[in-house]
């Protein structure tokens, strides 16, 4: 059985740069020791254009090797 897990990546609508991050929460994880991820939210910000923008879901050719 092959399974195939849609690999996707996040660009900025404006500019098409992969320099952007989004706001979220971090939660401390007591068990791992270590900051993990938690809530994330719709604020999206382009590094490339130095202002808020929002995102584009662009599904990735998958890995042939
Ligand atoms: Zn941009």
Redesign the pocket.
């Known amino acids: 059985m092959t399974e195939t897990r849609k690999r996707v990546t996040y660009l900025?609508?404006?500019?098409?740069?992969d320099?952007?991050t989004l706001d979220a929460w971090a939660e401390w994880n007591v068990d791992q020791q270590e900051w993990v991820l938690g809530t994330t939210y719709d604020h999206t910000f382009?590094?490339?254009?130095e202002?808020e923008?929002h995102l584009v879901e662009v599904e990735l050719a998958a890995a042939s090797s």
């Open positions: 900025c609508e404006r500019c098409g740069s320099l952007v382009c590094h490339k254009c202002g923008t």
